[in-house]
């Protein structure tokens, strides 16, 4: 009965109360007692850290300081050619960004003109100014040839009647492309999740654009569960995984999943990388996904799925936590399975994937189709694959242990 009524006011609340895009001061109350974290400071750092200088922070954002339990901050790697999505991205999120940017020798130089010019030319620069905390790392092998303090590079001048320094840069132009650097995507990856000011972090690739409002829906979907069982914490670590598609070049990003599902129905939307790598982006029930209606506002758990049989190819993006276990950093991009120690470490401590209902991530329009060249790919991978299956996977062993299911 008490149920049923607290259901009732909670229907009535969501009728008439309008759409506000922070959290209620009840579920911000909730959140923090729950969650117990704790701020960080939040300051330009440089350091050594294996075989690369990091520069953490060295553009700060506006925001400033900020409390660990109230935000969720998108953490990713990415070289300068890809600063193209940060405004579009921003747009969608509107909340922190943390991006740590790989620019050995002069590819730093190209990244910090990339940088102002977002900051100073582009129409969404307050939208970056605001939420961007910028990493920049390169190998002590191939530094650049000059390292501003932050403060002189922020004092610099961008060239606001030039195109965008980011925009059309050849692979085969970047300066470790020209070196055979291989990209440390999971140095990057650490990076910039670590240096997140707030305890969730959504460690996304920079391409994947999350639906509007995603945030706000997040922290109130956790306030809900936080409320629905007091003192009662869940047994097996959780995170909330966001299903991934692609739309084709011509196709906006759609913002709802009925928008979605209409792009799906014409085939103007995929899911993500179906042609490419079907077993590491399906997960459980993808179908019965894609074919559900939406029944209600604000998000939900639509099903719950392990990184074990038949999903142990599974590389899911979710929203966790700073404390989920970090990505190895031998592994580069060209090796491929660069997430498979983290999601066998994932396995064993029997993470709970719980895969929400309303919100999702498109990949920048465009369908990618499987590469044509592959000799550089199979080299590499050909190296990672001998890594992981000797070194690694006796190393993750020791670390983690081992349970029924789980394969590296
Ligand atoms: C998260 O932080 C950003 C930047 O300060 C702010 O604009 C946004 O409203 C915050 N989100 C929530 C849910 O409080
Ligand atoms: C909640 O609201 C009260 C009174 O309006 C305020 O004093 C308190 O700081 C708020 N708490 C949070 C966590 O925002
Ligand atoms: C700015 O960019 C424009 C267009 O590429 C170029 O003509 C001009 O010389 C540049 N100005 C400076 C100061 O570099
Ligand atoms: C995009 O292009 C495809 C064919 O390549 C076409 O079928 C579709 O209608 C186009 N969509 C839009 C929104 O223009
Ligand atoms: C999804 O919907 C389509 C079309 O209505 C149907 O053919 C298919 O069997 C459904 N799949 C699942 C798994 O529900």
């Not at 969404?124 to 002189?152: C, I, M, N, W």
């Not at 009925?258 to 085939?267: A, D, P």
């Not at 709970?352 to 080299?379: M, R, Y």
Request: charged share 20%; hydrophobic share 35%; with cysteine.
């Amino acid at each position: 009965m008490g149920r049923r009524f607290g259901f009732l006011i909670a229907i009535a609340i969501l009728a008439t109360v309008p759409k506000i895009n922070s959290l209620e001061n009840i579920t911000a109350v909730k959140l923090k007692k729950f969650i117990n974290c704790e701020d960080k400071s939040y300051e330009s750092r440089k350091g050594i850290y294996q075989d690369y200088w990091v520069l953490e922070n060295y553009i700060m954002a506006g925001h400033g300081k900020l409390s660990c339990y109230a935000n969720v901050t998108y953490s990713s790697h990415a070289d300068y050619s890809y600063l193209d999505n940060v405004v579009p991205l921003l747009e969608r999120w509107r909340s922190p960004l943390s991006l740590a940017i790989y620019a050995p020798g002069t590819d730093f130089e190209r990244t910090l003109d990339s940088i102002l010019y977002l900051l100073q030319c582009h129409p969404g620069r307050h939208l970056v100014s605001e939420l961007t905390s910028f990493h920049l790392y390169f190998d002590v092998e191939h530094l650049p040839q000059v390292v501003l303090s932050p403060k002189a590079a922020l004092g610099m001048k961008a060239n606001c009647s030039g195109p965008p320094p980011y925009e059309n840069v050849a692979r085969k132009d970047l300066y470790r492309t020209r070196q055979g650097l291989y990209y440390p995507v999971n140095m990057g990856r650490n990076i910039a999740r670590k240096a997140s000011l707030t305890h969730y972090v959504l460690a996304s690739d920079i391409e994947l654009y999350p639906t509007p409002g995603l945030v706000p829906d997040y922290l109130n979907f956790l306030g809900r569960l936080v409320i629905g069982r007091p003192g009662q914490l869940p047994t097996s670590p959780v995170v909330h995984v966001l299903r991934i598609f692609e739309v084709m070049a011509n196709v906006s990003v759609p913002n709802t999943k009925m928008e979605l599902q209409k792009l799906l129905k014409s085939g103007e939307a995929v899911p993500f990388h179906m042609e490419i790598c079907a077993v590491c982006h399906r997960g459980p029930k993808l179908e019965e996904w894609i074919n559900a209606t939406v029944v209600s506002e604000g998000l939900n758990v639509f099903n719950v799925g392990h990184r074990s049989q038949p999903d142990n190819m599974w590389e899911p993006i979710f929203i966790g936590t700073v404390e989920d276990p970090p990505y190895d950093e031998r592994l580069t991009w060209e090796g491929q399975r660069d997430k498979m120690t983290q999601a066998y470490a994932m396995c064993v401590l029997d993470y709970e994937f719980h895969i929400l209902d309303n919100a999702f991530l498109v990949h920048k329009p465009g369908i990618k189709q499987p590469a044509k060249s592959k000799s550089v790919l199979t080299h590499s991978s050909r190296r990672t694959n001998g890594l992981i299956n000797k070194k690694i996977s006796k190393e993750m062993r020791i670390k983690y242990g081992s349970r029924n299911g789980c394969v590296l």
